[in-house]
């Protein structure tokens, strides 16, 4: 599968951004789906993943309650909606796939087989 991340840009801290990551090439409902970020200077970290369905979801502690990670499987698109976002959130963005097990999702980078490209998130403060 290949993966197409969009949707990055500049915002003022306590703005909102809205992440996509459009899948082609197999079903995109066939994979887990994570988003990761690195920050200049920084290693990858996790931000959030889904399961295969959407049922279940997790994330890195500090965006809990600010990220929200979606997808729709008829369209072959995952999203991440960013909220309240401060300079800390400033990186490039990820998405990624991983063959899973339905209800399964993973918070490690190597268990995903599939990256798209990264989109820069600038939050100026």
């Known amino acids: 599968v290949q993966l197409q991340a969009s949707g990055g840009g500049l915002v003022q801290s306590g703005g909102s951004l809205r992440l996509s990551c459009a899948a082609s090439?197999?079903?995109?409902?066939?994979?887990?789906m994570g988003w990761f970020r690195q920050a200049p200077g920084k290693e990858r970290e996790f931000v959030a993943t889904?399961?295969?369905?959407?049922?279940?979801?997790y994330y890195v502690d500090s965006v809990k309650g600010r990220f929200t990670i979606s997808r729709d499987n008829a369209k072959n698109t995952g999203y991440l909606h960013m909220s309240s976002l401060t300079p800390e959130d400033t990186a490039d963005y990820y998405c990624?796939?991983?063959?899973?097990?339905?209800?399964?999702?993973?918070?490690?980078?190597?268990?995903?087989?599939?990256w798209g490209q990264g989109t820069l998130v600038t939050v100026s403060s």
């Open positions: 990624a796939a991983a063959d899973a097990n339905a209800g399964t999702y993973y918070s490690t980078p190597d268990r995903y087989r599939y």
């Open positions: 889904i399961s295969r369905g959407g049922t279940n979801a």
């Open positions: 090439g197999r079903p995109f409902m066939w994979y887990a």
